[in-house]
Structure formats: structure tokens, C-alpha cells
């Protein structure tokens, strides 16, 4: 029996839209009870079976038959709330879709029509070391023998490794495409669109990205991702959802968004074990391939950290390879 059809036929034995003063819309409230109903009565049917095994025969009856209520319920509430019973079994597939069906893809593209030197690079490498600067850890980016901002501390009592949290921003660009803090830093702004450039590239955005890699930290290091747990909690996947629904990566899947928290933490956390290290970026692939520091990069950063200090006028940069 199709859902349309079963819908129909479980209203029109549905009594409390004659019965109640749908102003107060009591029937919803008791469909909405008789839905938890059954759902209690579908639990206390298995207890039985756990409790009494093979001497409860009539289980698999009684637990079909108590699905069975559950279906009219379901389709009597949607009605409530003005859906079809197939619309809302459609909604729930594309959002399982969302959440976990993997599909073979590369990092979206949002760089079409603009020139080359407003691209960001499909393929690049990041180096990240930590260096003693002026009596403070700091961790520093690089690419392509250029600094990548300013060097990072914890900026926090306790040192909890948050100097390499751009490792996150990475893992958005490499599995989302989208990274308006690294776009910023690699002077890669759309400037050729001026709303791209101030909505999708501007302060708002790099502000909730920012946000964004702080609340998966917290949420990281709360429930276990440094220690190589797999799934993410369907709340903090809406909320990361939410807070981007009005930038072009809108439309990003929970499983996309699941991959790249997951992607940067294990970079975070790799990163932070060794004290630094490359990172060797695909966007095609979503990848991020990770090789430990070597005194090379080490130095060549420090020389980097010095000259920049010099350009600033800085009287005097202490860097610690």
C-alpha cells in the first residue's frame, strides 16, 4: 500500500477533528500522546520478550501490530501539521541522504569566472612549525616561503595545542572548497565580484568561520575526536548548518560538513603531537597528506618570522628554531 493511499484511509477514521475546537487544537495534542503512547507500548511488548524469551510466542504479532498503530498515529499527526505522509517519508530520505550516504566527490568550486590570481589552488602545501618567539610558543603557516598570517598562540591559561587550529581551516578548504580566512591570508579575494567579495569573503564570514573552527574544537576535545572517533553528534551538524545558511556553502550535507570536522581534527590533532608539520593538500581528492617537520622547514620559517619583523620595524625578533 502506497503512503498517499494509507494516509487517507487512516484519516478518515481519525475522530478528534470532529471532536475538539481545533482553535486550541487539542487534536493535536492527542494524536501527538497517542503517538508516545504507542511508542511506550512497543517497548513494554519487547521488555516481554526479553523477559520472557520463546514463552512469549505471540511477540512478533503483537510488535507488528503495535508498529501498525504507530503508522496511524504518524500519519494522523502529519495531517495535523498540514504535510503528507509522502512528503515527510521524501524529506526523511534526502536528509538521511545528507547524513550518511558517501558520495564521489571533489571540493566544490566557488571560483568560477574569476581570474587566475583570485583562485584558490586546487593542489598546495602548508607548512606549520612551532617556534619559542619572544618567550612564546607559537605555532606559524606558511606557503610557498610566504607567512600565512601572524604566529599563533593558545591564547589561553592552560595550553591546550588551539595555536594549531588552523589545521581546521585547511580541512574546509580541502573537503568544502570554502575558507574565507585562508582565502584571506592567500590574498586570494574575489575582488572581480564586489558582493562575493564583501558577503562571502568579508569580515562576517571569516567571523563565523572563526567560529565555527572554536566551537569544533570544544566540541572535539569534549566528546573524544582526538582520540579517533568517527561519528558527529546530528546537533552540532545542524548548528554548523545554521550558521552558515545564508553563505554560498549553504547547501553543504551534513555527511560533507561530518568529513571536514573529522579531516581537522585528525590534522589538529597530528599537528599539535608533533610540534608542527606539512601538509600536503587535494581539493580533488579531499585529502590531506601529512609529513612531519624537519629542521629545514624549522629554520627557513625563523628566517621567514625574522624579515617580517624587520619589514614591521619590529627593533627585535627572538625566534628559537
Same mark, same amino acid.
Given at each position: 500500500?502506497?503512503?498517499?493511499? $494509507? ?15 481545533? %482553535? ?12 508516545? @503512547? ?7 511488548? $519487547? ?7 520463546? #514463552?512469549?510466542?505471540?511477540?512478533? $504479532? ?5 508498529? @501498525? ?5 504518524? *500519519?494522523?499527526? *502529519? ?6 505522509? #509522502? ?22 568550486? $566557488?571560483?568560477?569566472?574569476? /581570474? =587566475?590570481?583570485? =583562485?584558490? /589552488? ?18 606559524v603557516m606558511c606557503m610557498n616561503d610566504t607567512l600565512l598570517g601572524d604566529p ?13 587550529? #588552523? ?12 575558507? /574565507?580566512?585562508?582565502? =584571506? ?8 565580484? /564586489? ?11 571569516? !567571523?563565523?568561520?572563526?567560529g565555527i573552527a572554536a566551537l569544533i574544537f570544544e566540541y572535539g576535545s569534549d566528546?573524544?575526536? *582526538? ?11 545542524? !548548528?554548523? &548548518? ?7 556553502? %549553504? %547547501? ?13 581534527w585528525k590534522t589538529f590533532s597530528w599537528l599539535n603531537r608533533n610540534m608542527g ?14 609529513? =612531519?617537520?624537519?629542521?629545514?622547514? &624549522? ?15 619590529? !627593533?627585535?625578533?627572538?625566534?628559537? !628554531?
Amino acid at each position: 500500500m502506497q503512503l498517499a493511499k $494509507y494516509q487517507e484511509r487512516a484519516l478518515s477514521t481519525d475522530h478528534t477533528a470532529k471532536r475538539f475546537d481545533t %482553535k486550541i487544537d487539542r487534536g493535536s495534542v492527542v494524536s501527538l500522546l497517542g503517538l508516545a @503512547g504507542e511508542l511506550g507500548t512497543l517497548c513494554a511488548t $519487547y521488555k516481554k520478550y526479553l523477559r520472557d524469551g520463546k #514463552d512469549y510466542q505471540f511477540h512478533k $504479532y503483537h510488535i507488528k501490530e503495535e508498529l @501498525g498503530d504507530i503508522l496511524w498515529y504518524l *500519519a494522523v499527526v *502529519a495531517d495535523k501539521f498540514g504535510f503528507k505522509l #509522502d512528503d515527510v517519508a521524501k524529506f526523511n530520505i534526502e536528509k538521511i541522504d545528507g547524513r550518511w550516504k558517501e558520495g564521489v566527490q571533489a571540493a566544490m568550486n $566557488y571560483d568560477k569566472g574569476m /581570474p =587566475k590570481s583570485q =583562485k584558490l /589552488p586546487r593542489k598546495f602545501k602548508i607548512t606549520v612549525t612551532q617556534h619559542t618567539i619572544d618567550g612564546k610558543t607559537k605555532a606559524v603557516m606558511c606557503m610557498n616561503d610566504t607567512l600565512l598570517g601572524d604566529p599563533l598562540t593558545d591564547n589561553a591559561d592552560e595550553a591546550d595545542g588551539y595555536r594549531f587550529h #588552523d589545521a581546521f581551516h585547511v580541512a574546509f578548504l580541502t573537503v568544502l572548497g570554502w575558507s /574565507p580566512v585562508l582565502r =584571506k591570508l592567500m590574498n586570494k579575494k574575489r575582488k572581480k565580484d /564586489p558582493q562575493k567579495d564583501e558577503n562571502e569573503d568579508g569580515g562576517r564570514a571569516i !567571523v563565523i568561520e572563526e567560529g565555527i573552527a572554536a566551537l569544533i574544537f570544544e566540541y572535539g576535545s569534549d566528546n573524544g575526536l *582526538a582520540s579517533g572517533r568517527h561519528i558527529i553528534d546530528d546537533e552540532l551538524l545542524l !548548528v554548523l &548548518r545554521q550558521m552558515t545558511r545564508r553563505l554560498e556553502i %549553504k %547547501k553543504t550535507s551534513s555527511f560533507e560538513w561530518q568529513k571536514a570536522v573529522l579531516l581537522g581534527w585528525k590534522t589538529f590533532s597530528w599537528l599539535n603531537r608533533n610540534m608542527g608539520g606539512s601538509l600536503i593538500c587535494d581539493m580533488d581528492d579531499q585529502t590531506i597528506l601529512l609529513r =612531519k617537520p624537519t629542521l629545514t622547514d &624549522r629554520r627557513k620559517t625563523a628566517n621567514l618570522i625574522r624579515e617580517e619583523g624587520k619589514r614591521r620595524r619590529i !627593533v627585535a625578533v627572538d625566534v628559537q !628554531v
